[in-house]
């Protein structure tokens, strides 16, 4: 095999593995950590656990600039107890090279025991909250939590949610938080260690050539 050869193989590899030779999907991983700590005025929830589905979103505009929305999926958390926490990762693809994505997620659950009452439990907007309760209008459903814009070698901060048990008040039980990380691509593994070996040959002929 020829050094020229070698390299021209190289350069195709690097052309195509790059986002100007195809569509990059960027592996996203979110670390989430829920607590279920029933605080101040609220019902009394001891021996009570929590349990619900968490959801990520992303907003994009296109390559032709028509928005697309998609939702990467969504976890279904099993029972945590009341005092206890809970947590683990999720992984999904963005084309980070095609635009930067506006995250969301939302987190509809309940709080309940063996017998009734039980109690909704949403991930709920910090900036209506006052004294650890929920002012305004309760909502009917889990509202999407905006999150902040991830894009190429950047994610957004740590955001940390309330959590609120609904009845006919909205009361503190709890805390949720997202934080996000880029996974290298095993793509970009595989040029690099084809860069190394290529060099390492080169060398190894080089120094035969000369004895």
Excluded at 47 to 76: D, H, I, K, N
Excluded at 78 to 94: E, M, N, P, Q, V
Excluded at 173 to 192: C, K, N, Y
Aim: no cysteine; hydrophobic share 45%; proline share 8%.
């Amino acid at each position: 095999m020829s050094r020229t050869w070698l390299f021209r193989v190289l350069a195709a590899l690097v052309l195509a593995l790059s986002p100007a030779g195809a569509a990059q999907a960027t592996l996203v991983r979110a670390d989430y950590a829920l607590t279920f700590v029933p605080e101040g005025s609220g019902p009394d929830l001891t021996g009570y656990t929590l349990g619900g589905t968490l959801a990520f979103f992303y907003y994009q505009f296109g390559r032709a600039g028509g928005p697309v929305q998609t939702s990467p999926g969504s976890l279904e958390i099993a029972g945590i107890a009341a005092g206890a926490s809970g947590g683990g990762a999720f992984l999904f693809d963005l084309d980070l090279g095609a635009r930067e994505a506006f995250l969301f997620l939302s987190f509809g659950g309940t709080a309940g025991n063996p017998g009734p009452p039980d109690y909704p439990v949403f991930a709920f907007w910090a900036g209506t909250v006052e004294g650890g309760e929920v002012v305004g209008e309760l909502p009917g459903t889990a509202p999407l939590i905006d999150l902040g814009v991830i894009s190429v070698g950047a994610n957004p901060g740590p955001p940390d949610m309330p959590l609120f048990a609904f009845g006919s008040s909205g009361h503190l039980v709890g805390s949720l938080s997202v934080t996000f990380s880029q996974v290298p691509e095993p793509a970009t593994a595989l040029v690099v260690a084809l860069g190394l070996a290529a060099l390492a040959w080169a060398g190894r002929r080089r120094s035969r050539a000369r004895r």
